[in-house]
Nanobody
Framework: QVQLVESGGGLVQPGGSLRLSCAAS????????MGWYRQAPGKGRELVAA???????AYDDSVKGRFTVSRDNAKYTVSLQMNSLKPEDTAVYICHADGYGGLYDYWGQGTQVTVSS
């Protein structure tokens, strides 16, 4: 079993920046890809950004050029640097990791990001 704990998030004005971090514990040797999803009120959960063990990244089109995902394999952490934030980025951001080659999915509890003036 893997536990994921997020930190960061909060309220920011449009155009501002925030950084989210997520730390993994437990059976960390099983972790493969890590990343971030988000869920806005009344909407489904969507992938924001992901990073593989060797550092390859993928982003949703809506955040390309504004968000940067990174991971520290030594510490089993994944971070999301969010710049030029827009009101439509408002959502609960949820850390994700897969384990045992994708056999398991692990989720954090989520952290609220609100972009508003």
């Amino acid at each position: 079993q893997v536990q994921l704990v997020e930190s960061g998030g909060g309220l920011v004005q449009p155009g501002g920046s925030l950084r989210l971090s997520c730390a993994a514990s437990g059976s960390i040797f099983s972790i493969g890809d890590m990343g971030w999803y988000r869920q806005a009120p009344g909407k489904g959960r969507e992938l924001v950004a992901a990073v593989t063990g060797d550092g390859s990244t993928a982003y949703d089109d809506s955040v390309k050029g504004r968000f940067t995902v990174s991971r520290d394999n030594a510490k089993y952490t994944v971070s999301l640097q969010m710049n030029s934030l827009k009101p439509e980025d408002t959502a609960v951001y949820i850390c994700h990791a897969d384990g045992y080659g994708g056999l398991y999915d692990y989720w954090g509890q989520g952290t609220q990001v609100t972009v508003s003036s």
